[in-house]
């Protein structure tokens, strides 16, 4: 039993819950239970997971591949992506992972959250719950079918959430970046989302105090004046706050 989920266990801690409910299901006659994983070469492999939202990532993770592969000749790197990620990569010639078709669309989200041009972003990121616990667990069966060397995550907030809930789920070493770090909330949008923002800047940082070595290696994407001069939370002191560095 899994400590702190209560009545909903299934709704709290998702990934627990599907990942022994799949594992139950193998065991049943009636399930064909996987052969377990293999290493079918010594070829050193990445699985590289590009937020979908905007191609502007999709061009900043192409150039990463492409210095890697200098730095390290023969290294294999297929990609864990959606469309229209998948048609551009695959237009200049990358492997996309074959899982990749099953995922469900981020941008599709994104654009019927947006409306007529108005996004709150925070509030459709939380209301993506669905997707992104799909988005994970297609992920983690990859990992687990199909072991990679390194997984480079690319803003892939769903992996690293449910990574650090659950560190014996992690499968391979992991370098996350992101070019955003904490929420802050619209004035606008009243007590509500100050509230929620804040409960989600703590959950983040307790997680990273918590678990320090689920991510391997972590990378702010832009300078130091790109950072906000807040703090994460309310009653922490301005200068209190998370060392970018450490995220």
Same mark, same amino acid.
């Given at each position: 039993?899994?400590?702190?989920?209560?009545?909903? #266990?299934?709704?709290?801690?998702? %990934?627990?819950? @599907?990942?022994?409910?799949?594992?139950?299901?193998?065991?049943?006659?009636?399930?064909?239970?996987?052969?377990?994983?293999?290493?079918?070469?010594?070829?050193?492999?990445?699985? /590289?997971?590009? *937020?979908?939202?905007?191609?502007?990532?999709?061009?900043?993770?192409?150039?990463?591949?492409?210095?890697?592969?200098?730095?390290?000749?023969?290294?294999? #790197?297929?990609?864990? $992506? &959606?469309?229209?990620?998948?048609? *551009?990569?695959?237009?200049?010639?990358?492997?996309? &992972?074959?899982?990749?078709?099953?995922?469900?669309?981020?941008?599709?989200?994104?654009?019927?959250?947006?409306?007529?041009?108005?996004? @709150? %972003? =925070?509030? %459709?990121?939380? @209301?993506?719950?669905?997707?992104?616990?799909?988005?994970? +667990?297609? *992920? &983690?069966?990859?990992?687990?079918?199909?072991? /990679?060397?390194?997984?480079? $995550?690319?803003?892939?907030?769903? !992996?690293?959430?449910?990574?650090?809930?659950?560190?014996?789920?992690?499968?391979?070493?992991?370098?996350?970046?992101?070019?955003? !770090?904490?929420?802050?909330? =619209?004035?606008?949008?009243?007590?509500?989302?100050?509230?929620?923002?804040?409960?989600?800047?703590?959950? +983040? #940082?307790?997680? !990273?105090?918590? &678990?320090?070595? !689920?991510?391997?290696?972590? #990378? =702010?994407?832009?300078?130091?004046?790109?950072?906000?001069?807040?703090? *994460?939370?309310?009653?922490?002191?301005?200068?209190?706050?998370?060392?970018?560095?450490?995220?």
């Amino acid at each position: 039993m899994k400590d702190g989920g209560g009545h909903a #266990i299934h709704a709290r801690f998702a %990934a627990w819950f @599907n990942t022994r409910m799949r594992d139950v299901l193998r065991l049943h006659p009636g399930v064909a239970e996987k052969a377990p994983p293999t290493r079918r070469t010594r070829r050193k492999r990445v699985l /590289y997971l590009s *937020f979908p939202i905007g191609l502007g990532h999709a061009r900043r993770d192409l150039a990463v591949a492409q210095e890697l592969r200098k730095l390290h000749p023969g290294l294999q #790197i297929d990609w864990l $992506a &959606q469309d229209p990620v998948t048609r *551009f990569l695959e237009a200049k010639g990358e492997t996309v &992972q074959a899982a990749s078709r099953k995922l469900a669309n981020e941008s599709a989200h994104i654009e019927d959250e947006a409306g007529k041009h108005d996004l @709150n %972003a =925070f509030q %459709a990121i939380r @209301n993506m719950d669905e997707v992104l616990i799909k988005t994970f +667990m297609i *992920f &983690q069966d990859v990992l687990e079918s199909d072991p /990679y060397d390194l997984v480079i $995550a690319d803003e892939a907030w769903d !992996v690293d959430h449910h990574w650090h809930e659950h560190p014996d789920r992690k499968r391979a070493a992991i370098t996350w970046f992101t070019d955003f !770090v904490g929420w802050v909330p =619209f004035a606008d949008n009243g007590p509500r989302e100050a509230f929620l923002t804040t409960d989600d800047n703590a959950e +983040m #940082i307790s997680h !990273v105090e918590g &678990q320090p070595n !689920v991510r391997d290696r972590a #990378i =702010f994407v832009g300078g130091p004046e790109d950072i906000a001069d807040l703090g *994460f939370r309310r009653g922490l002191a301005p200068d209190a706050r998370l060392d970018p560095g450490a995220v």
